[in-house]
Nanobody, 123 residues
Framework: QVQLVESGGGLVQAGGSLRLSCTAS????????MGWFRQAPGKEREFVAA????????DYADSVKGRFTVSRDNAKTTVYLQMNSLKPEDTAVYYC????????????????WGQGTQVTVSS
């Protein structure tokens, strides 16, 4: 099994930056594609970003493209989401996910999910 724990969330002013981390434990991490989703109150969970097992392929939702960057450090069994130019509409609980294929991240077919970390962007 793989356990995922998110960290790095918090309160930030609009235009600021945060970097979320998701650390994995348990089974082999490096062969999993990783991704990020978010869910705001009263809204459905939405795809944010994904990265292949070796970092060679990345995928972003249009709403965050150019502002967010997903990366990973397999030696630390950690995936990151660098969030720049944050907007109030980015406020949500952010979840990391793991799947055997990158495409499964976007489709919501991840095998493992973290418990989420709150990101709040103030005006």
């Amino acid at each position: 099994q793989v356990q995922l724990v998110e960290s790095g969330g918090g309160l930030v002013q609009a235009g600021g930056s945060l970097r979320l981390s998701c650390t994995a434990s348990g089974r082999t991490f490096s062969r999993y594609a990783m991704g990020w989703f978010r869910q705001a109150p009263g809204k459905e969970r939405e795809f944010v970003a994904a990265i292949s097992w070796n970092g060679g392929i990345t995928d972003y939702a249009d709403s965050v493209k150019g502002r967010f960057t997903v990366s990973r450090d397999n030696a630390k069994t950690t995936v990151y989401l660098q969030m720049n130019s944050l907007k109030p509409e980015d406020t949500a609980v952010y979840y990391c996910a793991a799947a055997q294929m990158t495409t499964r991240i976007r489709l919501g077919g991840s095998d493992y999910w973290g418990q989420g970390t709150q990101v709040t962007v103030s005006s």
